[in-house]
């Protein structure tokens, strides 16, 4: 399991809110039951805290946390390439 729980930058917060809103909306459209499961990872939590005020049912899961990678973890693949 990853050591690293990095918080949701700056950067990160606007795809972040356009995925929200996609998911929503495909959930919409292909009548898709308002569930969302996250891991407990800080920016995944973000994510389904937006959802969750939304009406959406929220499932934390540890089991769904991302794997260790060392000393690249935390990194972009450009940085690990």
């Not at 937006?50 to 899961?61: C, E, F, I, N, T």
């Amino acid at each position: 399991m990853s050591t690293r729980d990095l918080s949701l930058t700056s950067t990160g917060r606007h795809p972040a809110s356009t995925l929200s809103c996609r998911r929503r909306a495909t959930t919409r459209r292909e009548n898709l039951p308002r569930i969302v499961w996250v891991s407990t990872l800080q920016r995944s939590l973000s994510v389904c805290r937006w959802l969750a005020q939304r009406g959406w049912q929220m499932h934390v899961d540890a089991r769904l946390c991302e794997l260790d990678f060392g000393d690249r973890d935390g990194h972009n693949s450009r940085y690990i390439a």
